[in-house]
C-alpha cells in the first residue's frame, strides 16, 4: 500500500510542479507545446507557421473548443513574444498563460468561458535566433535583438506611411502570411525595456496628426480602452514611472509616436492590412532579467493577459448574407466615421468583426455594385458576456464582386506625405528668411 500510495505521488508530482520559471530555449520550448497538444487534444492545436533564418520553427500554439479552424462567430485571438530576441519576458510568459488556460479549462470560469468564445493564437518566440544568440543576461541593448541576417523585425513590414525599402525576412514573410490567412480581431506584441502599452500609429503625418506629437487613428478611443486595460489590470504598469530612467507614462499608456516614431512597425500593418487591433505590450525595465524574477513577472501580468483577452469581444460581429442565406465576402463594413483608408470588409464566410466601445454606432454595409444598407446599432459592455452583439446584414441583391478586394502593400497616405514634402522647402525658406530679417534689424 506504501509503494503504491509513492507511485501516485511520482505520477501526480509533473501535474502538481507545473511549467517551471525559467528561460527555455528552443528544443525546451518545442517538446514543451508538443507535450501540451499531447495531453490536451481536444482544446489545442500545434503548428509552425514557418521558419527562421537558421532554420528554426516558429511555432504557434492555438487554444480553443474547436482549435484546428475558424469557426463562424468565434473572434481569432493572438499573442506574439520575443520579436526582439534579447527581449525575453514575454516569451516565458505565454508559456506559463498557455499552461495556465489548458490547466485551468473547466474548473475556472473565465478560462473556460473564454477557450468556449475564442480561438486564441499563442506564438513564444517570433525571433528564436535572436534569443540563441543572446548569451549574456543584460537589461540593455544585445545583438539577439536582431534576426540572423541582422535585421530588426519590427521595423521589417510594409508602411502605411512611407516606402520601406528593406528586405523582408522570413520571420516577417510567416507573419505576414499567418495574418492574411486568419481573421485576427485583437492582438498584442510583448517586448522588453520598459514598461508601458503603446498603441498605433508609431509614424504619421499630417493627416494623423504628427505635428502635435501625436499620431492619431479613426479608433483612437478603442486603443486607448485596450492600452487601458491591460495596464490597469498590471501590477504596477498603471503607475507609469517604474522603470525610473523612462518617461513618465501617464496611467502607464503611450501612443507609439509620441513616444518615439517607428517606420515598418508590426502593430500598424496588423491594423492597416490585417484589419486587426494590436497593441504592443513593453513588460520590463530589465530586457533580459535574472530566471529568479520570472515568476513576480508572471503573478504581475497574469490577470492583464486574461483580461485582454477578453476585449476581442468588444463592439459588433455578424455576417453578409445574400437573400438565400449565403455569405457574399468582400463587403465593406464599417462604423461611419471611423472609416478606415483600407477599407475593413467581410472575410470568405461573409463574416465582420468591428471592435467598438459601448455606445450609438451607424454600421454601413457596402457591396460594390448593390448599393449600401445602414443600421444604427447601440453596442452594450460585450466583453462581459465573451460575445460581441451580434447583427447581421442581408442584401436583396447582390451583383457579381471584385476578385481582389485587398488594399495594395505600398504607402496608403503616400498623398499626404508629398503635400507634407512640398512644405518642408516654404517652412525652411521662411525660418532662413526670419533669421535673415532678425541678424540684419
Known amino acids: ?35 501540451v497538444h499531447q495531453q490536451h487534444p481536444s482544446i489545442t492545436a500545434l503548428r509552425s507557421i514557418g521558419r527562421s533564418v537558421a532554420g528554426r520553427d516558429l511555432w504557434v500554439l492555438v487554444v480553443g473548443r474547436f482549435p484546428t479552424q475558424h469557426t463562424i462567430g468565434i473572434p481569432e485571438f493572438k499573442y506574439i513574444a520575443n520579436m526582439h530576441g ?22 475556472d470560469p473565465v478560462v473556460t468561458r473564454l477557450i468556449n468564445s475564442t480561438r486564441i493564437h499563442i506564438m513564444p518566440s517570433m525571433n528564436p535566433d535572436g534569443f540563441e544568440a543572446t548569451t549574456v543576461h543584460d537589461c540593455y541593448y544585445s545583438e539577439g535583438r536582431f534576426n540572423k541576417n541582422g535585421e530588426d523585425l519590427n521595423r521589417n513590414f510594409p508602411d502605411v506611411f512611407n516606402s520601406n525599402n528593406v528586405t523582408i525576412q522570413p520571420e516577417t514573410q510567416a507573419v505576414i502570411n499567418w495574418i492574411q490567412n486568419e481573421t485576427f480581431v485583437l492582438s498584442a506584441n510583448l517586448h522588453g525595456g520598459a514598461l508601458v502599452a503603446s498603441y498605433t500609429f508609431d509614424n504619421g503625418n499630417p493627416a494623423t496628426g504628427f505635428l502635435q506629437g501625436y499620431s492619431r487613428s479613426r479608433d483612437d478611443d478603442v486603443f ?101 442565406g449565403q455569405p457574399i465576402p468582400n463587403v465593406i463594413v464599417e462604423a461611419k466615421g471611423r472609416e478606415h483608408i483600407c477599407p475593413y470588409r467581410t472575410n470568405r464566410h461573409g ?15 457596402t457591396a460594390p455594385g448593390s448599393g449600401s ?33 485587398s488594399c495594395p502593400i505600398k504607402p496608403l497616405y503616400q498623398d499626404f506625405e508629398s503635400i507634407s ?21
Open 224 to 324: 486607448i480602452h485596450l492600452a487601458r486595460t491591460y495596464s490597469s489590470n498590471h501590477a504596477s504598469m498603471y503607475k507609469g514611472n517604474e522603470c525610473g530612467n523612462k518617461p513618465v507614462f501617464p496611467y502607464g499608456i503611450t501612443n507609439g509616436y509620441a513616444w518615439y516614431q517607428l517606420k515598418g512597425g508590426m502593430q500598424d500593418y496588423n491594423y492597416i492590412w490585417g484589419q486587426c487591433f494590436e497593441i504592443t505590450l513593453e513588460l520590463s525595465c530589465c530586457k533580459y532579467p535574472p530566471a529568479s524574477q520570472l515568476q513576480a513577472f508572471w503573478n504581475d501580468n497574469k490577470a492583464a493577459l486574461i483580461e485582454y483577452i477578453k476585449q476581442v469581444h468588444l463592439g459588433v460581429k455578424g455576417q453578409v448574407l445574400d437573400r438565400h
Open 373 to 405: 444598407i445602414l443600421k444604427t446599432l447601440l453596442v452594450p459592455n460585450s466583453p462581459e458576456n465573451f460575445s460581441a452583439l451580434k447583427y447581421d446584414f442581408v442584401f436583396p441583391e447582390v451583383s457579381t464582386l471584385a476578385r481582389d478586394a
Open 421 to 441: 514634402a512640398a512644405v518642408k522647402p516654404t517652412l525652411h525658406f521662411l525660418a532662413l528668411m526670419t533669421v535673415l530679417y532678425t541678424v540684419f534689424k
Open 1 to 35: 500500500q506504501g509503494f503504491v500510495r509513492t507511485l501516485c505521488l511520482a505520477l501526480l508530482l509533473p501535474v502538481v510542479a507545473g511549467l517551471e520559471f525559467s528561460y527555455h530555449h528552443s528544443e525546451q520550448l518545442e517538446t514543451f507545446l508538443k507535450e
Open 351 to 365: 463574416e465582420y468583426y468591428l471592435l467598438l466601445l459601448p455606445g450609438s454606432y451607424v454600421l454601413n454595409a
Open 86 to 107: 534579447d527581449e525575453t519576458v514575454g516569451r516565458e510568459l505565454l508559456l506559463h498563460l498557455i499552461d495556465f488556460l489548458v490547466t485551468n479549462d473547466q474548473s
